[in-house]
Structure formats: C-alpha cells, structure tokens
T-cell receptor
Framework: KQEVTQIPAALSVPEGENLVLNCSFTDSAIYNLQWFRQDPGKGLTSLLL?????REQTSGRLNASLDKSSGRSTLYIAASQPGDSATYLCAVRGNYGQNFVFGPGTRLSVLP | EAGVAQSPRYKIIEKRQSVAFWCNPISGHATLYWYQQILGQGPKLLIQFQNNGVVDDSQLPKDRFSAERLKGVDSTLKIQPAKLEDSAVYLC??????????????FGQGTRLTVV
C-alpha cells in the first residue's frame, strides 16, 4: 500500500528566500506525481505534474524534481513571496489506474 | 475551459440526518474522484469512477456513504445517516482516462460539511 509523507509539516520563511519542500513515497511503481497548492477553505490547485519518465518540471518560480528509485520528490520555490503562503500537497498515482494518494501537506508561511 | 463544479459550498446538519453533494467534472474527463479531507490532513479517496463504473471504493464506508455517476458525467455523494466524524471537506476531482499521456487531476472548490 502506497504511503506518502511530507517534510516539514510547517515552514515559516522571510520573503525572498528560496525554499525546498520534500515528499517521500514508499512504492516506486508510480505513474506520475502531482504537486498541489491549497489555500485556507479552498480546493486544490494543480501546480506541476511529473510523469514517471521525467526527472523534473518547471513552471515560473517553481521547480519539481522526481527520483523514483529513491521514492522522493522535491518542490523548489525561488524568491518566495507572501502570496506563496498556503499548504502544499504532493500526490502520487500508481501504475495500474489507481487513485492519487496524498501526503499530509506542508503549511508554508512567507513573512513580509 | 470550465473547471470542476461542486455544490453546495457549505452544509451544516445534525447527526443522523442525511446530506448529498453534487459534482460536475470537466467536460471529456472520464475519471471522477471523491475525496474526504479532514482538517489538517491530506485528502483520502472515497470512490473513483471510470465513466459509469466504479474503479475503487475500498475506503468508502458503505453502511452510510453512497455515490453514483449518472451517464458518466455528473456525480452525487450521499451520507445517510451522518455522524460527527463525517465533518470534513468533500472534494471532487476529474482527470482524463487513465493511460492517456496527461492524467493531471483537477479539483473543485469542495463542500465543507459540519455535523453537529
């Protein structure tokens, strides 16, 4: 059974810092991995999708990497802004049409 | 392109009452998911549909929860009778059919249920 963990659970940084959020999964037989952002009281907004054959994906100030063999993904946020404050969730999907299994999330606060 | 639509946004009910949630996925998305998110936790799958058929409902409490997807488009999730521990956000998501290149999942805004 796939299990997903995220470290740290919470993170507070001053504006302008570069930061890394970590996601680990126990079963490396994944189809893809997706990073989401969730603002308080809102649904999930997709940030990046990495297929199992890819090593990384970039969108603006965000870069996500995937190391399937070690069961890890990182989300790198460059030059953080207060508007980046939210909870960041990673989710992995297995190779056989399974659903997305989510981690518990990292709650990020970027201080002005 | 319209996103995943859910209603209602909020619902407060007393325990032992029944409640229903509605979801309209993105047009053309064959796969639809219902997730339950308890405060402070990641979403947990309740049920996954592929067109009209159920792919995975192993974590659905079938004694009180039910879901259907009519004509492979809209879906409803029902709880009857509700318990206090059902208080959570219920999220609907959709994606293209598994096996296609891009199966990115898109989520609705969710329905926040409070059972008192």
């Amino acid at each position: 059974k796939q299990e997903v963990t995220q470290i740290p659970a919470a993170l507070s940084v001053p504006e302008g810092e570069n930061l890394v959020l970590n996601c680990s999964f126990t079963d490396s037989a994944i189809y893809n991995l997706q990073w989401f952002r969730q603002d308080p009281g809102k649904g999930l907004t997709s940030l990046l999708l990495i297929q199992s054959s890819q090593r990384e994906q970039t969108s603006g100030r965000l870069n996500a990497s995937l190391d399937k063999s070690s069961g890890r993904s990182t989300l790198y946020i460059a030059a953080s802004q207060p508007g980046d404050s939210a909870t960041y969730l990673c989710a992995v999907r297995g190779n056989y049409g399974q659903n997305f299994v989510f981690g518990p999330g990292t709650r990020l606060s970027v201080l002005p | 392109e319209a996103g995943v639509a859910q209603s209602p946004r909020y619902k407060i009910i007393e325990k032992r009452q029944s409640v229903a949630f509605w979801c309209n996925p993105i047009s053309g998305h064959a796969t639809l998911y219902w997730y339950q998110q308890i405060l402070g936790q990641g979403p947990k799958l309740l049920i996954q549909f592929q067109n009209n058929g159920v792919v995975d409902d192993s974590q659905l409490p079938k004694d009180r929860f039910s879901a259907e997807r009519l004509k492979g488009v809209d879906s409803t999730l029902k709880i009857q009778p509700a318990k206090l521990e059902d208080s959570a956000v219920y999220l609907c998501a959709s994606s293209l059919e598994f096996g296609q290149m891009n199966t990115e999942a898109f989520f609705g805004q969710g329905t926040r249920l409070t059972v008192v």
